[in-house]
């Protein structure tokens, strides 16, 4: 019912580069024609910014609760700023 997009960048997290990749190629290649994902890659590449940025957001807001050390709260933060600069 939601956001593809949003799905596969929770689902992605923590994967190597060359696994999120493959993820994230096969979920493209699956959806290739169908309209369900923007025409060009840049703007794909920054639908999918917002969607990680959605879910960094949500981690960043619940890590006091679920207890997250301060040195993994600043990754996301730093993965916050890369995810909005794609947008």
């Not at 699956?30 to 879910?55: H, K, Y």
């Amino acid at each position: 019912m939601g956001c593809g997009l949003t799905d596969l960048s929770h689902l992605k997290y923590g994967l190597d580069p060359e696994n999120d990749r493959k993820m994230c190629d096969a979920y493209c290649s699956e959806l290739a024609g169908t309209r369900l994902l923007p025409a060009s890659r840049e703007e794909l590449s920054r639908v999918f910014g917002a969607c990680e940025l959605v879910n960094i957001t949500h981690r960043l807001a619940r890590s006091r609760i679920w207890g997250i050390p301060l040195q993994k709260v600043a990754e996301w933060i730093v993965e916050a700023r890369h995810a909005y600069a794609r947008i």
